[in-house]
T-cell receptor, first 115, second 116 residues
Framework: DTEVTQTPKHLVMGMTNKKSLKCEQH?????MYWYKQKAKKPPELMFVYSYEKLSINESVPSRFSPECPNSSLLNLHLHALQPEDSALYLC??????????????FGPGTRLTVT | AQKITQTQPGMFVQEKEAVTLDCTYDTSDQSYGLFWYKQPSSGEMIFLIY??????QNATEGRYSLNFQKARKSANLVISASQLGDSAMYFC?????????????FGGGTRLMVKP
């Protein structure tokens, strides 16, 4: 099973709302990632969790707050977003941090629209 | 300088023909991995194929093969016998050994359109 699930599939929120994106994997992977992807662009890395600890934050604004409650779950809490934050948010996971060959498996993404 | 370059923003191919998607990379690491992903309009990034820098043979996975030319720093994806369902965006990506946190560096992508 190489499935990464994400909920919700679509989300529309106002600039004053608070919402959360959820990601789950049951492959025993110990590294999990959040990416942001704008239309016709490649994914941009936001955060990396390795063994449930935040290992990389790519200078993401504090209105995005990641959380890794356990090794299977990854959340992205959203607060006071801007319209330019509208994008496809992709979650991914991989086995661990050591190998260059550890492919990342992606979820289907959440299409976020900020109004 | 860009680490991953995909020079073909868009390509057409006739159904049942083979197509090559270009990818060149730039790294000073000796150990690195190269990946290809497919992204249909639905949005999910689908892992296709992997090539390690020390692998002597070109990687193959079904209709996908990777033409790895290390000296030229190229890792082109070859899709044989194209199908309509192959129409999608294709991204080449690299992970370098000196790179913390398993970061993948993506190219700009190539949109492939398969004609019936």
């Amino acid at each position: 099973d190489t499935e990464v699930t994400q909920t919700p599939k679509h989300l529309v929120m106002g600039m004053t709302n608070k919402k959360s994106l959820k990601c789950e994997q049951h492959m025993g992977h110990r590294a999990m990632y959040w990416y942001k992807q704008k239309a016709k662009k490649p994914p941009e890395l936001m955060f990396v969790y390795s063994y449930e600890k935040l290992s990389i934050n790519e200078s993401v604004p504090s209105r995005f707050s990641p959380e890794c409650p356990n090794s299977s779950l990854l959340n992205l809490h959203l607060h006071a977003l801007q319209p330019e934050d509208s994008a496809l948010y992709l979650c991914a996971s991989s086995q661990d941090g050591g190998r260059v060959g550890g492919e990342q498996y992606f979820g289907p993404g959440t299409r976020l629209t900020v109004t | 300088a860009q680490k991953i370059t995909q020079t073909q923003p868009g390509m057409f191919v006739q159904e049942k023909e083979a197509v090559t998607l270009d990818c060149t990379y730039d790294t000073s690491d000796q150990s690195y991995g190269l990946f290809w992903y497919k992204q249909p309009s639905s949005g999910e990034m689908i892992f296709l194929i992997y090539q390690g820098s020390y692998d002597e043979q070109n990687a193959t996975e079904g209709r996908y093969s990777l033409n790895f030319q290390k000296a030229r720093k190229s890792a082109n994806l070859v899709i044989s016998a194209s199908q309509l369902g192959d129409s999608a965006m294709y991204f080449c990506a690299m992970r370098e050994s000196g790179n913390a946190g398993n970061m993948l560096t993506f190219g700009g992508g190539t949109r492939l359109m398969v004609k019936p």
